[in-house]
């Protein structure tokens, strides 16, 4: 894994942080999504490794810059909880989990 890049996993995907914003998305159901503000050189490189090559980072759907944010920060937060915490924390949050995931 390249330096400066954390990968924070969820139960439908794999979303990249770039130093500390994030940058793209990898889903299980191929809805993979990226951002669509330009940040570097090396922030695009990494997005690319992140995807296995340029053509296939290309496919994903560009997204805003704050949908990216918005759900970045949701799933990193949602990743530090434990197991039981999260299915209760699902269980009172449906509705919101079913409108972000179409980010």
């Given at each position: 894994?390249?330096?400066?890049?954390?990968?924070?996993?969820?139960?439908n995907g794999i979303m990249l942080k770039s130093y500390?914003?994030?940058?793209?998305?990898?889903?299980?159901?191929?809805?993979?999504?990226?951002?669509?503000?330009?940040?570097?050189?090396?922030?695009?490189?990494?997005?690319?490794?992140?995807?296995?090559?340029?053509?296939?980072?290309?496919?994903?759907?560009?997204?805003?810059?704050?949908?990216?944010?918005?759900?970045?920060?949701?799933?990193?937060?949602?990743?530090?909880?434990?197991?039981?915490?999260?299915?209760?924390?699902?269980?009172?949050?449906?509705?919101?989990?079913?409108?972000v995931s179409n980010v």
């Amino acid at each position: 894994m390249t330096k400066n890049v954390t990968h924070i996993t969820w139960d439908n995907g794999i979303m990249l942080k770039s130093y500390d914003t994030f940058v793209a998305m990898r889903r299980c159901d191929g809805n993979h999504k990226v951002t669509s503000k330009f940040h570097s050189k090396t922030t695009t490189r990494q997005i690319n490794e992140f995807f296995g090559g340029a053509e296939e980072a290309a496919k994903a759907e560009k997204v805003p810059q704050s949908d990216m944010d918005t759900f970045g920060k949701f799933i990193e937060e949602y990743s530090k909880l434990s197991k039981d915490e999260q299915i209760h924390y699902e269980a009172n949050t449906q509705k919101f989990l079913r409108r972000v995931s179409n980010v």
